[in-house]
């Protein structure tokens, strides 16, 4: 998983966003976007760590998109978004090194992407 990490970090530093990891931050308290300051908070003290690859790619998303999760005018819409980068960025990294994942449902369960999403990530594996 640390090189999963690296690369999202990588990714996002390629691409001109900042971040900043936050070792202490409390288990339940969310990484963020805030495109506004050009920064990805990452709380890596997550409650669930096997979840951090996909909330990493989802606030990359956010960047992507120039929008944050604290803007609540289109919040599903603005969230919805982030998850489709979230999916092409981890498809894209399982592309780049070799990982031979022939089903969508288990590329899906292997990034801890959440179930709600399976039928986004089976749409956009096909596509």
Known sequence: MDNLITYLL???FDHGYGYEILNDAENDWPSLAYPELNLI???MNWHNQN???FQIAHEIGHMIDGNACHMYNDK?????HADLHAI???KQ???DYDFCIN?????A???CIPYRLYNVVESKWYA
């Not at 599903?76 to 919805?80: A, G, L, M, N, R």
């Not at 089903?103 to 590329?107: G, Q, R, S």
């Open 10 to 12: 990588n990714y996002a």
């Open 93 to 95: 990294y399982s592309l």
């Open 41 to 43: 908070f990452i709380n």
């Open 109 to 111: 369960q292997q990034f």
């Open 51 to 53: 979840e951090l690859p």
């Open 103 to 107: 089903n969508p449902i288990v590329f």
């Open 88 to 90: 092409e960025i981890l």
């Open 76 to 80: 599903i819409k603005v969230e919805d």
